[in-house]
């Protein structure tokens, strides 16, 4: 969607980035979900409004990846911090709203999987964020 300056997914990353979503993400998830059901359930209410929460952080984290793919086009020297969808407020917004995401997800399914696999994802993002603001800065 948006420019980066190194290569996105190096084959090497293709299997590690298979095993979280598919491993730690989805067939944990599953086995849990599905096999180790909570006795306390959200109620239907509840359940809505996790879910306008969750649709919200996704719909921001859109915004976030256009406003990216859009930001070297328009800026003239192609670096840089955008400043819209929460980005005057973090140099990596699109990773905010992303840990958001599932973090309410996690809270909506009551999964330990779930706040495991998105424990895993908060401290990726916070070391590619770092690099990223260090290389911001410079």
């Known amino acids: 969607m948006h420019v980066f300056s190194h290569q996105t997914m190096p084959?090497?990353?293709?299997?590690?980035n298979s095993a979280h979503y598919w491993i730690l993400f989805g067939l944990l998830n599953s086995i849990e979900l599905f096999l180790f059901p909570k006795a306390t359930k959200w109620d239907s209410n509840d359940i809505v409004i996790l879910f306008?929460?969750?649709a919200f952080m996704e719909f921001c984290n859109f915004k976030c990846h256009l406003e990216l793919s859009s930001f070297r086009k328009t800026n003239p020297k192609g670096r840089g911090i955008p400043k819209n969808w929460g980005f005057k407020f973090v140099s990596c917004a699109n990773y905010l709203w992303e840990t958001l995401g599932w973090l309410?997800?996690?809270?909506?399914?009551?999964?330990v999987s779930s706040f495991l696999f998105t424990a895993v994802s908060v401290a990726q993002m916070a070391s590619w964020a770092l690099k990223k603001h260090k290389a911001y800065k410079k």
């Open 104 to 111: 309410t997800f996690s809270i909506l399914t009551k999964c």
């Open 52 to 54: 306008l929460i969750w």
């Open 11 to 16: 084959f090497k990353r293709v299997f590690i």
